[in-house]
DNA sequence: CTGTTAGCGCTTTCAC
DNA sequence: GTGAAAGCGCTAACAG
């Protein structure tokens, strides 16, 4: 049928004319599904999430949205809300879909998931990624980050410095933590593992760290929390409890959650937090781009994409306050 | 074949067992592409919204997916960005695709765009609608929000209050306007109109309608802004020409976009607009409801709902200042 | 109740 | 170069 010369294949061009004029006229679109049905692609690609509400991964995603959207690709976006039940459930479902790819930000990746990722399309991670380096990663550059802020606090004289870090289950609370201890040996400064805790990336969480924090005989004189909510509940809780930020203790987030949009969104002076940058609109675009190359050419080595990041000083750090050491 | 047994139909029930349980073991799973191609329904459907980055429209999103998904629907997510070409060429994709059914979440409503619908799938409008009410739409009571504002900023003595207004194509902008002029005559305030202005939404057109507000021989002692972002502008322009954010004069926000979450975004301590709240998450969950019955049974008339909203007082209003009358 | 069959709309292959 | 036919995996309809 002459439809199949619609794309490619042989064919004299005036016929070619005729046809494509008489199908415009007709209003015919080629179904998508029988396509998808045939050739076993179906130009999708499976997004999941930790959590759509959390300002970082919009961006994310938005990154990833502009390259595969360009290429004509729609991606199933899926929030998986960190529930391992549910992400199997949705990793099923766009299977069942066959979708062409994944693209899996900062997903908790247990064996039992990646066993079920293993017989399908290909998969970039974003953020996470699984113990063996073996797969398509892209994620910011964790040791810079922690330098940058490591150099940032000696500046203003910290040598107390405290660490809230992510969940266990992260690779790059990992990585975070690993680059805090090596960076604060390297600069000759002791980890005082009782200002070592765990946190879960909420704000919630950084509230408690503080009251923890608190509870000790004497006080850091700074804090890095594993992302900007943390430390906003760090500082919320500091704050409520009489202690000024950054005069008496200083507080650094990560991720700059709130940075300014090219369209007005979160104006940085509304959000104070020293923070660290993080590409995330580069995330998803060098993301989406593996995917797309992927799809098209199977094979070849695995990318491991590691972006550079950006010291963002604000309104919570200050020169260390000598007094604190003995609160 | 016995596979359609798998589903519905008339089996014995032992046969039936046997069946699954064989299939299970095979790990063979049913065609979704295959399905659809078939039946014409794919479980799946379009969501246009304006910006993903927006953090308003994270949260309807996740009140969407929140009971489609329960209902083994999938959804492709796209961006928009108010970009009428992009609308176009969206909707067209997803229609080849056989999307079963459409929700678009302030989507800026041509009759091009709408004529492209037509012949679609059903459809359920959130926050914009199109002029004839022949359609679903979910939105907020703008009526009133505007109320509680007006109300709010009266009993702190307001009177010269200034309106920053959404896009002319928002029919929420619109609903929003009328019900300020109106609101005013009812209370017995005039309204100066050279204090009614047009924004975008954006950061930006606030601190733009703050110049020309500043401009004027006579400053009012309150205005309110098409939504948070606009409020920030405003806020950020006198703050940065001398002026005190709520002293000298008050600012309301609308949509209270940096709403506490569940999990603890953005907690409220750190965005202190006085604001109008919008039931973000519960615009989507009624949305798609809407949806999921649209589908499963198409007919019927089309439903309106208005979702009550909530004055949020937080640190951008306080009592008229009477001097800046004659300023 | 159960097995078989036609056909959804496309692409690919194979004759012509 | 071009037309015809097979078949992707499913469901609905129909005969047994």
Redesign the interface.
């Known amino acids: 049928m002459a439809r199949a010369l619609s794309g490619k294949g042989y064919v004299e061009e005036e016929r070619r004319r005729l046809i494509q004029q008489t199908v415009d006229r007709l209003g015919y679109?080629?179904?998508?599904?029988?396509r998808?049905?045939r050739t076993q692609r179906?130009s999708?690609i499976g997004v999941l999430i930790a959590?759509?509400?959390?300002?970082i991964?919009?961006?994310i995603?938005?990154g990833i949205?502009e390259v595969v959207?360009a290429d004509?690709h729609?991606?199933?976006?899926?929030?998986t809300d960190e529930d391992s039940q549910k992400q199997q459930a949705i990793v099923?479902?766009?299977?069942?879909?066959?979708v062409d790819g994944f693209v899996l930000v900062s997903q908790t990746l247990t064996d039992d998931f990646l066993k079920l990722l293993e017989h399908g399309p290909p998969c970039v991670f974003i953020n996470r990624r699984p113990q063996a380096p073996v797969m398509d990663y892209v994620g910011p550059d964790n040791a810079q980050s922690i330098r940058l802020l490591l150099d940032h606090l000696c500046e203003l004289g910290h040598e107390r410095i405290a660490y809230v870090a992510g969940p266990a289950l992260s690779s790059t609370a990992q990585e975070r933590l690993t680059n805090f201890r090596s960076g604060m040996a390297a600069r000759g400064l002791a980890v005082d593992e009782s200002m070592v805790l765990r946190g879960n990336y909420?704000?919630?969480?950084g509230r408690v760290a503080a009251e923890t924090l608190s509870a000790l005989e004497s006080l850091p004189t700074a804090v890095i929390a594993a992302n900007d909510?943390v430390a906003?509940?760090i500082i919320?809780y500091f704050q409520q409890h009489g202690l000024k930020v950054p005069e008496d203790l200083s507080v650094t987030g990560f991720d700059d959650a709130f940075e300014m949009?090219a369209?007005?969104?979160y104006?940085l002076?509304?959000?104070g937090i020293t923070t660290v940058d993080q590409p995330k609109r580069d995330l998803g675009r060098a993301a989406g781009r593996i995917m797309l190359q992927r799809i098209s050419y199977p094979g070849g080595a695995p990318n491991s994409i590691i972006l550079p990041t950006r010291l963002r000083i604000r309104n919570t750090t200050a020169p260390a306050q000598t007094k604190n050491r003995q609160a």
Chains 1, 2 share one sequence.
């Open positions: 679109r080629t179904s998508t599904i029988a998808a049905l179906t999708s959590d759509i509400t959390n300002p991964f919009p961006q995603v938005k949205d959207a004509n729609t991606m199933f976006l899926c929030n099923r479902s766009l299977l069942d879909r066959n909420s704000f919630e969480s909510f906003m509940g919320d949009q369209d007005g969104h104006p002076r509304f959000e």
